[in-house]
Nanobody, 122 residues
Framework: VQLVETGGGLVQAGGSLRLSCAAS????????MGWFRQTPGKEREFVAA???????RYVDPVKGRFTISRDNAKNTLYLQMNSLKPEDTAVYYC?????????????????WGQGTQVTVSS
């Protein structure tokens, strides 16, 4: 499974970005998928996950601002990020989970993209 993220960039606080993750080499519709983020010197942290059937899970700081979704016909995962804050600045990674449900556990994920930088200016 190969995962390629796009859509990162520089945005002002309060703005929006949509990240995309194109998957290839597997059966995307059967996978649980997730988004994580990482800043220098810190561990990679869970942001959002979606099950194969569309169930979702979010970390508390992004609830109500971020929306994870998937288009199985396009083999693509999305993360819509609204009301962005400077503390959302990070490299964002998409990942495929071993279980098909929406999991927030880092070690449940077995394939990762290369990451895309999101920078939110104050």
């Amino acid at each position: 499974v190969q995962l390629v993220e796009t859509g990162g960039g520089l945005v002002q606080a309060g703005g929006s970005l949509r990240l995309s993750c194109a998957a290839s080499g597997g059966t995307f519709s059967s996978y649980g998928m997730g988004w994580f983020r990482q800043t220098p010197g810190k561990e990679r942290e869970f942001v959002a996950a979606i099950s194969y059937s569309g169930g979702t899970r979010y970390v508390d700081p992004v609830k109500g601002r971020f929306t994870i979704s998937r288009d199985n016909a396009k083999n693509t995962l999305y993360l819509q990020m609204n009301s962005l804050k400077p503390e959302d600045t990070a490299v964002y990674y998409c990942a495929k989970s071993t279980p098909p449900w929406a999991t927030g556990i880092l070690h449940d994920y077995d394939h990762w993209g290369q990451g895309t930088q999101v920078t939110v200016s104050s």
